[in-house]
């Protein structure tokens, strides 16, 4: 009985891909991107990234959420919760630990900050249903496969009466940052391989424009380690024919129109607005912000969350240039010295989706 | 962080799910999956992301794209 995990992880199918990978690799050099956390962990850590003929490069582009959250929005979650230590400010883990510019949210949780890790902005809530007496600020960051279930979150927030809830959205969108990737031309990217849970939510027409406009296939791929292999030859398959059009591997979950509900609950809440994303800089469009009919709920509306603008990189730190994929992990000067797991430097290496942290778990040699 | 993962529906309860991934049972939230429009009954896959289903997973899609790998190896 199909389980959908073990079958897409298989050796022995594994390597006769690769063979058919080398059968169909270009002559010339090619750059192929994927814009996705999951991704750039799972090609690492499945030995993707070595085994394929050296010249396929593989790219890890601005996938990670965490990564990409401007140091600004770092440092004002932590300046909060220092002059606020008494409101809980809920979290996912990976942002615990990211370096601010003075402090981060876990040394500020040692200083006596309530600072709680949730799985689930619902479990934020909870925290906000069991004490009335105290405010919860969920710090909201994600792509669109995560803003709609913060979106479920605040509806049932409303639906149940809860006030003492409110959420800081550092929402971000994709294919806006796909498009400024593409225009800044400081990368050369041939194809994409594109996020699996992102697109089921988002569906693969949305990236139509980037075949149209832009001339680069794209193949929505599974994490699985077959389901990346197999991506990346339906994407080398197109390079060879000189197609470029959208085209899905990962279908059994992934269609042309996505997920509506999803969608819909999504854009009840939020809307689009102008982001400031780690690396890439201000990309018009690219970030979502809660929708005046939700202000009760929007945590930059009910409290002083004051902006104050920063660079991003703190010295010697390449994480914005990483994240754009201009620079490997390993041509970074901190990289494996002053920047560990251990004593992180920058988002990238925190991150369980950072391409640092990939490359320091499974590229070293 | 919240992984998207595949999981067995255990359960309907309303507007939430009870699913197993891989040997742990977890509730997982319907509100951004039309349940019944998809027709899942338990049995089915879903998956399952900071506590929502986000999709349903179709065994007809899996076993062809199974199929179209085996078929260039």
Known sequence: MIRYVDEFRRKGPARAMLRRIEDVAPRDCVSIMEICGTHTHSISKYGIRGAVPTGIRLLSGPGCPVCVTAQADINRIVEFSRRNPSVVIATFGDMLRVPGTFSSLEKERAEGADIRVVYSPLDALEMARRDPAKEVVFYSVGFETTAPTVAATVIKARREGIRNFSVLSLHKLTPPAMKALLDSGDVNIDGFICPGHVTTVIGAGAYGFIAKDYGAPCVVAGFEPLDALYGLYMLLLQLRDGRAEIEIEYARVVTWEGNKRAQEVMYEVFERADSRWRGLGEIACSGLRIRGEFSHFDAEKRFDMGYVDCDDDQAGCSCGEVIKGLVAPSECTLFATACTPETPMGPCMVSSEGTCAAYYRYERI | ?73
């Open chain 2, 1 to 73: 962080m919240c992984l998207g993962v595949p999981g067995e529906v255990v359960e309907m309860d309303g507007d939430t799910v009870l699913v197993d991934v891989g040997g742990t049972r977890r509730r997982a939230s319907l509100m951004l999956l039309d349940a019944e429009g998809v027709g899942l009954t338990p049995g089915d896959y879903v998956i399952v992301h900071a506590g929502f289903a986000i999709q349903k997973v179709d065994e007809q899609a899996a076993l062809e794209t199974l199929r179209l790998m085996k078929d260039i190896s």
